[in-house]
C-alpha cells in the first residue's frame, strides 16, 4: 500500500508494517516504546492500564517488533478520547502516526461513537490536524499537584 500526503508526500512503506487493534504487548515492549520518545514508563500497573482502555491501535514490524502505538478511553456510545500516540523515533515521518490515529477513530466510529477529542502540545497541533481533527482550545490538570479548594 502506497499513500500520498496532503503535502504530495508518498509514503510507500506501510505494507511493511502490521497494524493490530487490542494487541497486548509485554510491559518491556510499551516501556521501550515510551522511554524511546522520553516519556515515562508504563508502570507495573500497565496490564490495568490496558483493560481501561476502549481500544488500542498499533504497529509492528515484519520481525515483531512495536514501532506505533496509541489508545483511547470512551463512553463506547458518543464521546471518545485519543490518548498516548507514539511512534518509535527510528520509524517517525512514515506515515505510521496518522495511520494508527485514522485506526482507532475507525474502530471507535463503528462502536457508534460520534464525537472524538484530543488535546496536546501546541507543535504536536499540525499533525493531529492532519489525521482529521479541528483544534480549540482544551484543558488539563495534574491531580497529584491539583488544589481543588483554589
Ligand atoms: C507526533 C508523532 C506521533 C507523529 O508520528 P509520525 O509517524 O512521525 O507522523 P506521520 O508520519 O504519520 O505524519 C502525518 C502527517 O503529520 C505531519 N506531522 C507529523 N508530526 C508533526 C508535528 N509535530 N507538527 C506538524 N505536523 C506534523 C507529517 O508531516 C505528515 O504530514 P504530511 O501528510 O503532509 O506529510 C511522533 O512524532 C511521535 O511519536 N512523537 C513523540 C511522542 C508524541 O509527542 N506524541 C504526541 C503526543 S500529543
Known amino acids: 500500500m502506497s499513500r500520498a500526503g496532503d503535502a504530495g508526500v508518498l509514503y510507500v512503506d506501510l505494507e511493511r508494517f502490521e497494524f493490530r487493534i487490542d494487541a497486548r504487548p509485554s510491559r518491556q515492549e510499551l516501556d521501550q516504546l515510551c522511554l524511546a520518545v522520553g516519556w515515562s514508563e508504563f508502570g507495573a500497573d500497565y496490564p490495568a492500564v490496558l483493560d481501561g482502555y476502549s481500544v488500542t ?3 509492528w514490524t515484519t520481525g515483531g517488533r512495536l514501532v506505533a502505538w496509541t489508545s ?3 463512553d463506547n456510545v458518543h ?3 485519543l490518548l498516548d500516540v507514539i ?3 527510528e520509524f517517525q515521518g512514515r506515515g505510521l502516526g496518522r495511520e494508527v490515529v485514522v485506526r482507532a477513530i475507525e474502530a471507535m ?3 457508534g461513537v460520534t464525537a472524538f477529542h484530543v ?3 501546541p507543535d504536536r497541533a499540525g499533525f493531529y490536524e ?3 481533527f479541528k483544534m480549540c482550545a482544551g484543558g488539563w490538570l495534574d491531580t497529584r499537584t491539583h488544589n481543588a479548594t483554589a
Request: proline content about 5%; charged content about 25%.
Open 57 to 59: 491501535t498499533s504497529a
Open 119 to 121: 488535546d496536546c502540545a
Open 130 to 132: 492532519k489525521c482529521g
Open 72 to 74: 483511547v478511553v470512551s
Open 87 to 89: 511512534v518509535h523515533p
Open 109 to 111: 466510529r463503528r462502536k
Open 79 to 81: 464521546h471518545a478520547f
